[in-house]
Each structure stands twice: as C-alpha cells, then as structure tokens.
C-alpha cells in the first residue's frame, strides 16, 4: 500500500509528464527519418509498376505515368509530401473521404502493392507481432539473468566461460541459418518442421485455449532463434553491473555482518544491478525487432517483418513507412515504460530531474 | 628488492601496458585475438592460400561433398593424395551418383602455379599454397574442394578464403569510420552542451529508437542496382557506420561531462589552447581504451548484419562474395539436409563473432587497469 501511494506522489507524476512531453520531439524526429529513408530509394512505386508491366510487354506512356504520379501525390516536392504524410497520420478530419470510408482520424495512407488502406494491412499482423514479441522478451530476460548471475558470482571460472560462451553462441549464429537447422531437426525428429505460426486448423477455427499447446509448440523455434540472439547483450550488462556491485563496500559489510552469501546476491546485489537492465529495455526491444525481421521471413512468421521487406522492395513507401514508424514507436513506448518503471524503482532519478 | 622493482613498473607502466598486461589473464580473450589474427592474415593472403579463384567452376563437382584426402593406393604410402569424381546415372530412376574413380590418384602439392591474381592488388603472381598435379597415369581435371562445391561447382574453400576479404573488413572498416564519427559528434555534444546537446541527443535518440534491421534494409535498398564491387563495399560500409556511430558517441559525451570540469582542462583552457587541441591532446586520450572496446563490441554486430543482408540479397551481390553470399546457398532444408558441407561458411561467421566478443570483454575488463 505503501508503495502505490509513493506510486502517486507528485514528483513522480511530473517527471512522467515531463518524459511524455519529451518524446514528442522524438517522434516527430523519428518520423522524418522514416519517411527520407523509404524515400531513398531511386525511382518510385509508379516507376516500379512500369517496368514491372514493361517485364509483361505492355508499355505504359509517360502521360499515363504522369497522372499515376499525381493521383498518389508522387509528384510533389519531397517536404511536402511528407507534411501531408505526417499531417494526415497525426489528424485526420471528419469532413475529409478517408474518414468517411474508415472511421478513423488517422490516415497512414494506401498500400500501393496491397490495394488497400495501410492501417488495415498494419493491424493485421500488429496483435501478433507485439504478442510473439512479448513472449521472446520475457523468454530473454528468464535465460539471460540467471545465466548473468551466475557468471558474475564465479567469474573466470569455467562456469563462467561455458556459460558466456552458450549466451553468445545464439548472438554468433546468424539467425537465418539457425532457424533454417532448427527446422530441419524438428522435421528430422517429429516429422514435422513447424513452420509458421499456425497450424491449418488453426487458420480456419482461431486460436483458442484448446489448441493454445500447438500454437506455443510452434513458438518454440522462434523463441529460440529470436530469443537467443539478444540474450548475448543482457547477460554482458547484467554480468558487468553485478561484478561492479559485489566489489562495492556494502557487500563487504553485509558479509561481515553474517548475512549469507545468497542472500548479499540476490537481495543486494542483484537489486542494484536490475536498474540498468530495465534502463536497458527500449534497446532490447529494438533488437528483437530486428532479429524477428530476418527470422520471420526464413520460417514464413506471419508478423509484420516479411510485409516491411516486401513492401521495401516493391517500393510501396507508405507501408514500409508505417511499418518502420509503429515499430520506433513501440521501442519508443518501450523506453517511456522503462524510464517510469526506473523512476519508480529508483527515487534519485525524479529527483534529480531524470534523464539520459 | 625483486618485489619492489616490479612494484616501481607496475606505477610506472603506461596504460597501454596495463591493459595488455590484464589481457593475457583473460584466456578467452587471447585465444580469440589469436584466433582473429589468423583469420585476418588469412584474409590478407587469400589470393595464395585459396587453391582456386573466386569464379573457377568445374561444372562436374557440382555440390560435391569435401574431397577425401588418402595417403595409400595400392598397398603403397605415396603420401597425401585425391581421387578424381565420376558421374554416374542410374538408367532406370536416373538418380546421379558420385563416386572417386579410383584407377589413378592426384597427388596433392604445395606451392603450384595456378588461377593468376595480384599479390595486394599489385604484383601479378600464380603460386597458390597448394594444389593437385597431373594423375600418377596423366589424367588432368580432379579438383581439390576441401570444404565441397556450391550449386555451380565453385569451391567453397576458396570462397570463404576470398569472402572473408569483405565478411572481415566491411565491419571493421565501418567500425573505424563510426569510431572517428562517435569521437567528432559525441565530444561537441558533450564539451559544448547547451542546445547542441539536446540536438544531437535527440538524433542519436531517434536513430537508436528505430529498429536497426528495418532500417538497414530501407538504406540497402537504396543502393543502385548493378554497380561495382567497390562502390557497394563504400555503401555498404557506409550504412553500418551510419547506424553504428551512435553508440561510440553516447559513451563519448558520458566520458566529456565527466572530464570537461578536470583541473587539467581548465589549465589547458587558461594557458590558451584551442578547444580542438583541447579535445583531441587531453581529453580523447583520457578515455580511448573505453572508445576502443566500445568499437570491438561493435564489431560483431556488424558482421551478422552484413551477413543478414547479403543472405537476403540486400548487401553484397554476385560477383562480389561474402559470407552471407556463401550461405545463400543454404537457404533451405532441402540444403542443410543433403549438403551440410554447405553450411561451413557458418562455422567462419559465428568463430570470429565469438573472438569479437570475447575480445571485446577482455578489453573492457582490462581497460580499468588499477582495479
């Protein structure tokens, strides 16, 4: 009870305020980025849809193009295109086509390649991604932290090294070429390679509960694959934060007192080590974006990274765009939850003003 | 007396001499740098040490397995040797078997002319390390592939000789460009603080928030199809510097504001230096064995991603060979289950991304000397 009220006092609300506040910036930043690196390119998806039909034999004549061009807004200057991009994602009016048709004030624009409004191809996979995501975060964290622990109480044993070396193995292993083995043993010993993330039945029924069991058995090879190409980097800051904290004078005085050995580890040590792994959270969840990307489309996932590559390729900007945009905003999310979590956890941040 | 001596060398010793002396505790750290200074010379000397060239095939070996080295024929030792392959199709199911035809052997020899090259791009030469020579009854054409042969009958061995000059270098080369960049940018943000600071904080802010794949895969696609090896080496080089600087420059400002406030700096500010000298004489130096582990745990970042991407076309391309290059040939489980020779590229990649981090571990360990 105490800790929730503590929870509420003003300090920490104003540096919550504060922190929201400044991550607008960020993201108006981040997507200026976005959009200049969709944009980079050469050519455009009307430039790409010609040649595609050009490949055909059909020629398409350059007034044609031109009018495509216009129709898309692909004519205007490259600022002013994104002002509208930009304009239309944060506000869209009630009084505007889109929200006629979608009932929404967000317009992420259209997918040249799907035909359709972007959201609609984003939300698709959305749910999906941020739950598998979700999964192999915690999966992370349960490997890496007792494997970190362990390595920093028997440092440079061989504990230590085989540990570290079993961490960073699934970090050295590209994660194409692991998840392409892993298939091939699960195929070569239960006679099935598991891809994807549903089963047949469960694309015509859903998933429920009774067939929850063979929807996590096929989340075992991404969580391994995904999983374990981060873990290298959490147990290098866990392992580094602990051997700083059991050095300290306080762990020397809680030995001298008679406290026991697990006890200084876990509940002093381990305390003070935790502030910089959850410091570290935005940053894992960006890798897992990455990681998912490359793995998603060797073991034919349906999250959102096979879309983004597609879409990359076939030049349809704004779903690339709005693919790249919603994963920065959730890393961005990530580390707005982390800096509260700390700020809760660590009262010298609110007052101090806080911050990176 | 001994012991004091060493004591007087211990305070004495530059900090470079500390490090190197707290690196050799750390046995994994060594043996990684050991095993990166084989692979980089290896790199360095492909040309010689690969039997074949980058784009010799041999239409007959197509995905052979690794060659069998014997030693006796016949009853006979007449030391290490091959045999040629033969081909042969089952009339019936038309099945391709391959066999070593056994009626004559190829003795393998060291120092053979072959495929001419340049040595360091300059001074033509055709030694390679070693090779096969004629057959023992004058037959020609068996190929030593000790690693086995690709889909176009290419040796792998070769290839992952010659990939390595790019697998190896690209990051390596990009980490030295973000180094320089992380420097520059982190300690204007750092010694000048104000609004510059709040800008670059953001920036480096936005590009870390965006997830590093994706965003690779967007500036990759910019690059222009069809162009020269070289160029795609520059871009290359250039994304992962442009994605890898943040970092370096994040440590950079910490070490500033700690440091710009040091005695030291203020004397050096009153006596007239300027703010460069100042940066580059007294503060860089303070902090450079911090800025170099930060790089070598860069580094094996890069060269997974350089691997991603050229696995998914999105890097470098055919003709130019890197690992990923290599490992698109592995690309399914038809592959990995009939050709595991073709994942040996694996085994180089996850090796001297092991190394890169082992190193880079006994470097951070070490760079607190008087701990």
């Known amino acids: 009870m105490e800790a929730l009220k503590d929870f509420f006092r003003k300090d920490l609300v104003q540096y919550i305020i504060k922190r929201i506040l400044m991550f607008i910036p960020t993201l108006l930043l981040i997507s200026v980025l976005v959009f200049f690196v969709i944009q980079l390119p050469p050519g455009d998806y009307v430039s790409a849809q010609i040649s595609a039909l050009a490949s055909e034999g059909e020629l398409v004549d350059a007034d044609y193009a031109a009018a495509m061009r216009a129709d898309y807004g692909l004519d205007l200057p490259v600022w002013q295109q994104y002002v509208k991009w930009i304009k239309d994602i944060i506000w869209t009016p009630t009084d505007s086509p889109y929200y006629r048709l979608y009932h929404s004030h967000h317009n992420w624009k259209y997918s040249f390649a799907y035909g359709r409004d972007v959201w609609s191809v984003v939300n698709e996979r959305l749910g999906l991604t941020i739950a598998v995501t979700g999964i192999i975060m915690i999966f992370q964290y349960l490997v890496s932290i007792p494997i970190a622990v362990y390595a920093s109480t028997h440092q440079y044993s061989a504990g230590d090294y085989i540990s570290s070396i079993i961490g960073f193995l699934g970090t050295a292993i590209p994660n194409f070429i692991l998840a392409i083995v892993l298939m091939y043993l699960s195929y070569k010993w239960t006679g099935s390679a598991n891809v994807g993330l549903f089963s047949q039945e469960m694309l015509k029924n859903g998933v429920h509960l009774y067939n929850f069991g063979e929807f996590m058995k096929r989340m075992i090879i991404p969580i391994i694959v995904i999983g374990t190409s981060g873990t290298c980097g959490i147990i290098r800051s866990v392992r580094a934060q602990m051997l700083d904290e059991v050095a300290r004078q306080y762990t020397l005085t809680a030995r001298a007192k008679g406290v026991s050995e697990g006890k200084i580890v876990m509940k002093y040590c381990f305390r003070a080590a935790m502030n910089p792994t959850v410091s570290g959270l935005g940053g894992v969840l960006s890798s897992l974006f990455s990681g998912s990307t490359v793995t998603a489309m060797v073991l034919n996932m349906q999250i959102q990274g096979p879309v983004l590559f597609k879409a990359l390729q076939s030049q349809d900007m704004y779903l690339a765009g709005a693919i790249v945009m919603v994963q920065a905003v959730l890393v961005v999310i990530g580390i707005l939850l982390s800096d509260i979590a700390l700020a809760f956890l660590d009262p010298r941040i609110r007052y101090s003003g806080g911050g990176r | ?371």
């Open chain 2, 1 to 371: 007396m001994a012991k004091k001596k060493t004591k007087e060398d211990y305070y004495l010793a530059s900090q470079w001499t500390l490090m190197a002396r707290k690196l050799k505790k750390h046995k994994l750290a060594k043996v990684s740098f050991i095993i990166l200074a084989i692979l980089y010379i290896a790199a360095l000397f492909a040309d010689f040490l690969a039997p074949y060239g980058l784009e010799d095939f041999d239409g007959l070996y197509k995905n052979s397995a690794p060659v069998q080295i014997h030693t006796v024929y016949e009853g006979e030792n007449v030391g290490p040797y091959i045999y040629k392959l033969t081909k042969t199709i089952n009339k019936t199911d038309f099945t391709i078997t391959m066999s070593e035809d056994t009626s004559e052997y190829y003795k393998i020899k060291f120092f053979v002319h072959g495929v001419p090259y340049k040595i360091f791009g300059l001074l033509p030469c055709d030694l390679h390390l070693f090779g096969v020579s004629d057959g023992s009854k004058g037959g020609t054409g068996a190929k030593i592939f000790l690693f086995g042969a690709d889909s176009l009958g290419r040796d792998i061995f070769s290839r992952v000789l010659l990939g390595a000059r790019i697998s190896l270098t690209i990051p390596f080369a990009s980490a030295i460009i973000s180094f320089f960049l992380g420097i520059a940018i982190g300690s204007v943000s750092g010694y000048f603080g104000g609004v510059i600071d709040i800008v670059i904080q953001r920036i480096i802010e936005v590009i870390g928030a965006v997830p590093q794949i994706p965003l690779w895969m967007a500036l990759s696609a910019a690059i222009p199809p069809g162009i020269s090896t070289i160029k795609m080496y520059f871009y290359m080089t250039l994304i992962l510097s442009f994605i890898n600087w943040t970092g370096m420059a994040r440590v950079v400002r910490g070490k500033f504001l700690s440091l710009k406030n040091e005695d030291y700096v203020m004397a050096a500010r009153l006596s007239g230096v300027s703010t460069w000298k100042i940066i580059w004489k007294h503060l860089v130096p303070g902090f450079m064995s911090y800025l170099i582990v930060s790089m070598t745990l860069g580094i094996p970042g890069s060269i997974v991603g350089e691997t991603s991407m050229s696995y998914l076309g999105l890097g470098i391309k055919s003709p130019a060979t890197s690992w990923g290059v290599l490992l698109q040939e592995a690309s399914s489980v038809t592959d990995v289950a009939s050709r595991p020779h073709k994942l040996i590229p694996i085994i180089f990649v996850t090796i001297t991304v092991l190394a890169f981090n082992f190193l880079g571990d006994g470097l951070r360990d070490a760079a607190d000397p008087y701990k």
